[in-house]
């Protein structure tokens, strides 16, 4: 077996094309990332006006929250439209 066989990694210059591409793809996932977490603000917003809506439409079924027996705060939720009151 001659040295070269031994050694697992190719000589570096060969790696360049290999670092390039890496990067490029790694550019592309990030400003993907980059947009879709803008996407998920504006979503996110979306939610926030339609539950604003919701609380002056639906014509609430208040119900206590037993999920929050750890926490000051009594919570309350619409059971028909699923919105939460927090009386701090
Ligand atoms: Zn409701």
């Given at each position: 077996m001659s040295q070269i066989d031994k050694n697992p990694h190719p000589p570096i210059s060969n790696n360049v094309q290999e670092v390039s591409d890496l990067?490029?793809?790694?550019?592309?996932?990030?400003?993907?990332?980059f947009k879709s977490e803008a996407k998920i603000q504006?979503?996110?917003?979306?939610?926030?006006?339609?539950?604003?809506?919701?609380?002056?439409?639906?014509?609430?079924k208040w119900k206590y929250d037993?999920?929050?027996a750890f926490d000051d705060h009594t919570k309350y939720f619409c059971e028909i439209c699923e919105i939460c009151l927090i009386f701090l």
């Amino acid at each position: 077996m001659s040295q070269i066989d031994k050694n697992p990694h190719p000589p570096i210059s060969n790696n360049v094309q290999e670092v390039s591409d890496l990067l490029q793809e790694k550019n592309t996932i990030e400003t993907n990332i980059f947009k879709s977490e803008a996407k998920i603000q504006v979503l996110k917003e979306q939610i926030k006006k339609i539950n604003k809506k919701l609380f002056h439409k639906c014509n609430h079924k208040w119900k206590y929250d037993n999920g929050c027996a750890f926490d000051d705060h009594t919570k309350y939720f619409c059971e028909i439209c699923e919105i939460c009151l927090i009386f701090l």
